[in-house]
């Protein structure tokens, strides 16, 4: 630490082998406090391994993973959560018997440690924070419905709404745009640009949209084959004759 | 809601109401019956705790009922300690036999959870089935005490419907406490839920232990009203049994079991006695029901949970 806050974030040397596919190959990143952080590369290329890693639904092989200068390398996903890291997924994985208020609010009662009170009526409880969660994300008018019945579109959007709920110092999203239209996408960026100003949250994202990449992140990892290639500006990124290789010269396409 | 909730309520306090006049209209045999009833559902309830709204395989949950209905036996029979201490040592045998079990169990996912679960429960009763000197065997015991204030038609009728009610309530808010609604997060998603930072493990450690306490605290009422106990208390076609009122009555709905439990204990009792083949009956009807119904009866008329409302 040597005086100087801590990185929210920062993943050293980090290897998963899956039966001997080398998955995440000596991967590194930084995310500082405030900042938001987009990992790109091509499909197989190890984001959503990496974020699992990150998030303890999956055990590194070796590595380490300082989350705010404490080794959380291989937590499991419920004490990683308790640290302060949200994430949500790149699959729409909602709680779809629920209401969408009732999703949001069984994050906010976790977060209130209030998950083993067996006897108090649930439905007063945690609704003010609920309510202030699902309207934040603009999904208040629809706080009755079944989850399972909502739009895609909107179901990404309660993903977010759902992480929101244990109140995290670093969010984690898993392609937030995946599968929505432009104008949803549109709605979705100016939704976590707010958040960003309103909750000062941190982000780690990671995205097949280029526009939204390039638009919204702060800095960009690259990742190809399991390997970090670079972690550096939009600007120098684009510039970077490696990160132009992987993307155009490479055998993997690139989808932007 | 509101109205919802009110109707709710209009309905069970006319049930309430019933069943508190049932005995100044019914013969022996129907107060009997309506006991059965209460018993059976009060066990279907408790196994719906995990089942319907924790979304675990409890296949083989008759395994704590007859625990519980085996510890009071054993504790008034064997003890010379007043009953009172039989009663207090049904549901926490049930919930020791649960907190082992699950121990064991918890660690597996799913299909495999149900497949152990009914293997060890299968040991238990392949020990009370055999353990002649202790257990009585396959015969059984008979002819067990109950406390003398209750030690009538009556008073076993009174007393089973008010610890009847006792536990549904506490069920009841517990399935609409946070602890239920979380559980409902593990039923729908257990991976989502450890990653909104909860131990799913030990909820549904937890869940198992609160299941098996209510079905111990049935098997306790059981003994009270039949005077004895058999290996059959715990035999696995009973835990199927169970499963199916679970699934006729609607599993997503707090009340559903006991509108299973009630269908079937009273097509075994009515049809059983025109021809032994009423499980025939019961097999058309389960039939229709996952064809035209597959969300159970209260289901269907709900189509969504009472429990998962505000």
């Known amino acids: ?256 | 809601m509101v109205d919802r909730r009110y109707r709710l309520a209009v309905i069970l306090s006319g049930l309430v109401l019933f069943f508190l006049a049932a005995p100044s209209f019914l013969s022996r045999y129907y107060l009997y019956l309506i006991g059965l009833i209460l018993i059976t559902g009060l066990l279907a309830t408790s196994l719906n705790m995990v089942l319907g709204f924790g979304g675990m395989y409890q296949f083989h949950h008759s395994v704590f009922y007859g625990v519980g209905a085996y510890s009071f036996a054993l504790v008034s029979m064997k003890s010379g300690l007043p009953p009172a201490v039989g009663y207090a040592a049904a549901p926490v045998m049930a919930a020791l036999a649960s907190l082992i079990i699950g121990l064991i169990t918890i660690r597996l996912s799913k299909l495999y959870f149900g497949m152990l679960q009914l293997s060890l429960g299968s040991l238990v009763w392949a020990i009370v089935y055999r353990w002649y000197s202790f257990t009585g065997g396959d015969d059984g015991i008979h002819g067990i005490n109950i406390p003398e204030v209750i030690d009538s038609t009556r008073g076993v009728y009174y007393f089973t419907l008010v610890v009847t009610i006792i536990c549904m309530y506490l069920m009841f808010r517990m399935v609409n406490s946070p602890f239920g609604r979380i559980f409902q997060g593990i039923r729908d998603n257990p991976e989502r839920t450890e990653a909104i930072g909860v131990n799913v493990k030990s909820h549904q450690l937890v869940g198992q232990i609160i299941a098996g306490t209510f079905a111990g605290i049935a098997g306790a009422l059981f003994v009270t009203v039949e005077g004895s106990v058999f290996p059959d208390l715990m035999f696995w076609t009973l835990s199927l049994e169970l499963i199916i009122m679970c699934l006729l009555g609607g599993w997503y709905v707090f009340f559903g079991p006991m509108l299973g439990a009630a269908i079937i204990v009273v097509l075994r009792t009515f049809v059983g006695i025109y021809t032994e083949y009423w499980t025939l009956v019961l097999g058309i009807v389960l039939m229709l029901l996952i064809y035209f119904l597959p969300q159970g009866i209260l289901g269907y008329f709900q189509r969504r949970p009472l429990s998962e409302e505000h």
């Not at chain 1, 590369?41 to 705010?68: E, R």
């Not at chain 1, 729409?92 to 949001?104: G, K, M, P, S």
């Open chain 1, 1 to 256: 630490m040597a005086g100087a806050e801590p990185l929210m974030l920062e993943v050293k040397n980090l290897n998963k082998t899956f039966d001997g596919f080398q998955a995440v190959s000596g991967a590194r990143l930084r995310v500082e406090k405030g900042q938001v952080v987009a990992v790109i590369g091509p499909n197989g290329a190890g984001k959503t391994t990496l974020f699992n890693l990150i998030t303890g639904q999956l055990t590194p092989d070796s590595g380490l993973i300082l989350f705010q200068g404490e080794d959380i390398t291989g937590r499991k996903p419920y004490l990683v959560c308790r640290k302060g890291i949200s994430r949500s997924y790149q699959i729409v994985n909602i709680f779809h018997r629920l209401t969408v208020f009732e999703n949001v609010q069984i994050a906010v009662l976790s977060f209130q440690k209030k998950s083993f009170h067996w006897y108090a009526a649930a439905r007063k409880m945690a609704v003010a924070e609920t309510r202030a969660i699902l309207k934040s994300v603009g999904l208040a008018d629809k706080a009755d419905q079944i989850s399972g019945s909502l739009s895609h579109g909107d179901q990404k959007v309660l993903e977010i709404a759902i992480a929101l709920g244990n109140k995290p110092k670093l969010l984690i999203l898993d392609e937030p745009t995946a599968g929505m239209s432009p104008e949803e996408t549109g709605l979705s960026l100016t939704l976590l640009r707010r958040l960003c100003t309103d909750h000062g949250l941190t982000i780690l994202f990671c995205e097949h949209d280029m526009g939204m990449v390039f638009s919204f992140a702060h800095e960009i990892m690259v990742m190809q084959q399991g390997q970090t290639i670079v972690q550096s500006t939009p600007a120098e990124v684009r510039r970077d004759p490696r990160v132009q290789a992987a993307y155009l010269g490479g055998t993997d396409k690139c989808s932007a």
